[in-house]
């Protein structure tokens, strides 16, 4: 089974040596093909080899909460496979309280960060898009999945959303415990502002820069890369333009 996920991944965009971060809903694809999350994860691992890295949201959103946060044991709210993927052995957690990552692989290193901005120009996805990286998406919309667009927003300063910082408990990987204060570009309630980004999925679809299947059908995965180029502009009613996309 681990095989023919390995196979499926790769026809749908998946290569040797990617950089590659994985969005998922696995109820179908667990389902489907009777596995489990550890499986699917080793079975991404497989397809990127030895000079690949698999990169998985571990996103928690207690520390605005006021809940205190241990980089060793607060658990991701995003899935059964970001759960794999943050007690996989030898996998690097990087620092932000709220929108940090488990990286695994030739790469991981790079990601070992402690950016204060979750989306910022030190962040993950940052360093995702510097490494050319790619975004994969198993059976969820554009909305409930790509949150690199809030990179891309912040790398803009877009009017439609504001800095703010959140200070709580936080525990490093050492034990120790202090007070910090993170940053997100939040957007900007009192203006109104809703998120809706599916349409721009859309876009993707039509320019062909997404390969693979549509969410629910087939094995649910699409895939698309990043560049390093500059992006001609985002609107001030959501991202426009994913500036480090393939448009």
Known sequence: MRKTLSNNWAKCGVKSGDTLLIHTSLRRTLTKY?????????????????????????????FPKGVPFD????????????????LY??????????YSFAAIGSNAKRFDVDNFSGYGSDSPFAILRELNGKIGIIDLSDLHSMTFYHHIEE?????????????????DANGTTTERTYGLFVRDIEKGVLTDVNPMGEVLWE????SGDRPKEGTGLRVIGLKTQKSSRVGSGGARDASAMQL
């Not at 980089?71 to 943050?86: C, D, Q």
């Not at 052995?89 to 709220?98: D, N």
């Open 34 to 62: 009777n596995t489990t999350p550890q499986v699917v994860l080793e079975s991404f691992l497989d397809v990127l080899g030895e000079k690949g890295t698999l990169l998985l949201p571990l996103f928690n959103f207690d």
């Open 155 to 171: 790398m803009h300063e877009v009017p439609y959303r504001y800095h703010k910082n959140f200070t709580g408990e936080y525990t």
């Open 207 to 210: 320019k062909g820069l997404y």
């Open 71 to 86: 980089i060793r044991t607060s658990p991701s709210h995003m899935g059964a496979l970001t759960e794999a993927g943050r």
């Open 89 to 98: 052995p030898g996998a690097i957690r990087s620092g932000h309280p709220i």
